[in-house]
């Protein structure tokens, strides 16, 4: 106001456009104050999302660590059960290369050949629940013993059992089957052809080629020729036809394996369950 005449000074006394607009429009002040709080939680929830990144990589880091732990404590039991048979760690890793390379020769896909290597060293993890005095007897079993025999698939595949890694699925698998007959004439359930699973088709076939060629308490190791002679009898009988015939064409791999797997174990601890089985040779 001017003080000579009263009257307003616009230039003292006049509001900035600014001013004026939140005047004219006072949703403007609404919408700058929802677009500031709109900003906040944004970058609070960023802030919380990578929290919550976090907490679960860690969660997913104890679940892995907790995983390899428990299978790391299977496999020193499936060590243990070979060791009360009178076995080597050897004939577990003989067993999952040879399986594994059985495979490959059918055309299974690298991750379940991968797979099948470590399961198939599990394949006898139920002798754990057997008693030695019937495991490392010399002479023929009883027909009581032999019952309780024939219950190692069934104890492998309940240790095995409720895991929801892929290996340790498999592997129960491997238990399960691995002594059924392709003819139906095998143990404990007594599954017939293609009703076998494929793991426990080659398993077995796996296993048979490797124990017959190894000292046992209640007979010597066979020579390879018979072991070949015995599976090409058993063709359609015990073993899958198609198993036997990607055994046979892979033959000469096999034994160099078995040569090299059987040199390692001269020199070293050949147990260890997590080996490249493709690079054995």
């Not at 919408?31 to 944004?42: G, I, N, P, T, Y």
């Not at 609070?44 to 104890?62: C, F, I, P, S």
């Not at 599990?122 to 309780?148: A, F, Q």
Request: proline share 4%.
């Amino acid at each position: 106001m001017n003080s000579k005449t009263g009257a307003v000074d616009p230039s003292t006394h006049a509001e900035s456009p600014a001013a004026l607009a939140r005047v004219d429009n006072p949703s403007a002040d609404a919408a700058a104050v929802e677009a500031r709080e709109s900003a906040a939680a944004r970058a609070q929830l960023n802030r919380l999302m990578g929290e919550l990144q976090d907490v679960r990589k860690q969660r997913d880091e104890a679940f892995r660590a907790l995983e390899q732990a428990h299978q790391e404590t299977l496999f020193r039991l499936a060590r243990a059960a070979e060791h009360k048979d009178g076995e080597t760690g050897a004939h577990m890793q003989r067993v999952g290369a040879f399986a594994a390379m059985i495979a490959e020769a059918m055309g299974c896909p690298p991750d379940y050949c991968e797979i099948l290597y470590k399961a198939a060293q599990m394949h006898d993890i139920g002798k754990i629940g057997i008693h030695e005095s019937i495991l490392r007897k010399s002479g023929p079993l009883t027909s009581d013993e032999w019952r309780l025999m024939r219950e190692h698939p069934r104890i492998g595949a309940s240790i095995l059992a409720g895991s929801e890694a892929p290996v340790l699925q498999l592997a129960a698998e491997v238990s399960m089957a691995h002594h059924e007959h392709f003819s139906g004439a095998g143990y404990p359930q007594g599954l017939v052809g293609e009703a076998i699973p494929l793991s426990g088709r080659i398993v077995a076939l796996a296993d048979f080629f490797d124990t017959l060629s190894i000292d046992r308490c209640y007979r010597k190791a066979h020579p390879d020729a018979k072991i070949l002679e015995m599976i090409r009898e058993r063709r359609g009988q015990q073993f899958d036809p198609r198993v036997v015939d990607a055994f046979f064409a892979i033959l000469d791999r096999l034994v160099l394996a078995r040569e090299a797997i059987n040199a390692a174990e001269d020199i070293a601890d050949v147990t260890e369950s997590d080996g490249d089985w493709c690079l054995i040779f």
